[in-house]
């Protein structure tokens, strides 16, 4: 793609999963980074030794929480374009601390949003918002065929005008930083862009049982541990390789011009979806060579069906589509999570505890 006149970057959660491979890009490409992370998530310091690792001190780190709004303002100042990846990412977690989770998700992208509003250069804002803005979407028919669900009548999937309806503190405390983020381009005139993500996959990603379930399971496989499945195993997701997630968040920073204010699911679409268990595990035991045991839990509250991106908006606006197919994607996160430098290896050799996996 090249480099572009991004200028100064700035990553809020940039030592999390998508963004120490966003990071990682960028400082490949010779953009100025600053990552923006409190360190706070499970594998974070391992993604930002990584980093540093590939990048030395071309990499400017600040270790601070998106809640401290002086902290944000000192780290926005100059900055051309940031892109908003913090977060609190677990509905379980938001329901037994729906404080601290308003406090990350909402206050934490307002404080974005007003280092940025009141810090001279206006800079580009990119939010991950999530598809949970849409609620349980118990309106739209799904019918169930062999190995999965499906919809019956959106052979696209779900689009950018599905009504909102948060449930869940998650997804209120998402859904009213997606509302701000959206707003501010409207009111102000700040240059912002929202992508309702489906589900990411990729290298770096410490996956566990509430956030990031593709790698979390490979993490289970690879480390001989039963899944815990919830539901029938029958739930289908599109599923999204994060090097197309990076290729999305710089076409839309390059197009500004028509993507501000724009609101853009991002997920794999229709041409990759994924029954979480049905069919995963045929995939599963190609890769570990053995089959994984499972054991199945009754459904969790407001789990979807049948989730699937309608991602024809940013097929127009960006001429973006998604390029790893599921088979290559999935291998990609398999070499990693089983390889020298993934969790498996990392717990077994006394690093465990740092990255969430159990030994």
């Given at each position: 793609?090249?480099t572009?006149?991004?200028?100064?970057?700035?990553?809020?959660?940039?030592?999390?999963?998508?963004?120490?491979?966003?990071?990682?890009?960028?400082?490949?490409?010779?953009h100025?980074?600053?990552v923006y992370?409190?360190?706070?998530?499970p594998?974070?310091?391992?993604?930002?030794?990584?980093?540093?690792?590939?990048?030395?001190?071309?990499?400017?780190f600040?270790?601070?929480?998106?809640?401290?709004?002086?902290?944000?303002?000192?780290?926005?100042?100059?900055?051309?374009v940031?892109?908003?990846?913090?977060?609190?990412?677990?509905?379980?977690?938001s329901?037994?601390?729906?404080?601290?989770?308003?406090?990350?998700?909402?206050?934490?992208?307002?404080?974005?949003?007003e280092?940025?509003?009141?810090?001279?250069?206006?800079?580009?804002?990119?939010?991950?918002?999530?598809?949970?803005?849409?609620?349980?979407?118990?309106?739209?028919?799904?019918?169930r065929?062999?190995?999965?669900?499906?919809?019956?009548?959106l052979?696209?999937?779900?689009?950018e005008?599905?009504?909102?309806d948060?449930?869940?503190?998650?997804?209120?405390?998402k859904?009213?930083?997606?509302?701000?983020?959206?707003?501010?381009?409207?009111?102000?005139?700040?240059?912002?862009?929202?992508?309702?993500?489906?589900?990411?996959?990729?290298?770096r990603?410490f996956?566990?049982?509430?956030?990031?379930?593709?790698?979390?399971?490979?993490?289970?496989a690879?480390?001989?541990?039963?899944?815990?499945?919830?539901?029938?195993?029958?739930?289908?997701?599109?599923?999204?390789?994060?090097?197309?997630?990076v290729?999305?968040?710089?076409?839309?920073?390059?197009?500004i011009?028509?993507?501000?204010?724009?609101?853009?699911?991002?997920?794999?679409?229709p041409a990759?979806?994924?029954?979480?268990?049905?069919?995963?595990?045929s995939l599963?035991?190609?890769?570990?060579?053995?089959?994984?045991?499972?054991?199945?839990?009754?459904?969790?509250s407001?789990?979807?069906?049948c989730?699937?991106?309608?991602?024809?908006?940013?097929q127009?606006?960006?001429?973006w589509?998604?390029?790893?197919?599921?088979?290559?994607?999935?291998?990609?996160?398999?070499?990693?999570?089983?390889g020298?430098?993934?969790?498996?290896?990392?717990?077994?050799?006394?690093?465990g505890?740092?990255?969430?996996?159990?030994?």
């Amino acid at each position: 793609m090249g480099t572009t006149a991004m200028g100064r970057v700035l990553i809020t959660g940039g030592a999390g999963f998508v963004g120490s491979n966003l990071g990682d890009a960028l400082l490949g490409n010779g953009h100025d980074v600053t990552v923006y992370d409190s360190l706070s998530r499970p594998g974070a310091d391992t993604n930002l030794a990584w980093l540093r690792s590939r990048h030395g001190s071309r990499l400017r780190f600040i270790g601070s929480d998106v809640r401290d709004a002086d902290a944000l303002r000192h780290a926005a100042r100059d900055i051309d374009v940031i892109y908003h990846l913090a977060g609190q990412v677990a509905v379980t977690t938001s329901v037994d601390d729906p404080r601290s989770d308003f406090e990350v998700n909402a206050l934490g992208t307002l404080n974005v949003l007003e280092a940025a509003r009141t810090g001279g250069k206006r800079p580009i804002v990119v939010f991950t918002s999530t598809n949970k803005v849409y609620g349980g979407m118990e309106d739209v028919e799904v019918v169930r065929a062999n190995t999965r669900y499906a919809y019956a009548d959106l052979p696209f999937g779900v689009p950018e005008t599905r009504a909102l309806d948060f449930h869940s503190p998650y997804g209120c405390s998402k859904g009213a930083a997606d509302q701000y983020v959206r707003d501010y381009s409207r009111i102000y005139a700040l240059p912002t862009v929202v992508f309702r993500m489906s589900c990411i996959y990729g290298p770096r990603q410490f996956g566990n049982e509430d956030q990031g379930w593709l790698a979390h399971f490979m993490i289970a496989a690879a480390s001989g541990r039963v899944i815990s499945i919830y539901g029938d195993g029958l739930q289908v997701r599109d599923v999204l390789f994060v090097g197309d997630l990076v290729r999305a968040f710089r076409l839309a920073v390059e197009k500004i011009g028509i993507t501000a204010g724009e609101v853009y699911n991002i997920g794999g679409g229709p041409a990759n979806t994924l029954s979480v268990w049905s069919e995963f595990r045929s995939l599963l035991r190609a890769l570990r060579g053995e089959q994984t045991d499972a054991a199945f839990g009754e459904w969790r509250s407001g789990d979807q069906r049948c989730y699937v991106s309608d991602i024809r908006k940013a097929q127009q606006d960006m001429g973006w589509t998604p390029e790893i197919d599921v088979a290559s994607g999935l291998q990609r996160l398999w070499d990693w999570v089983s390889g020298a430098e993934g969790p498996v290896h990392m717990a077994r050799t006394g690093a465990g505890e740092s990255v969430g996996v159990a030994t």
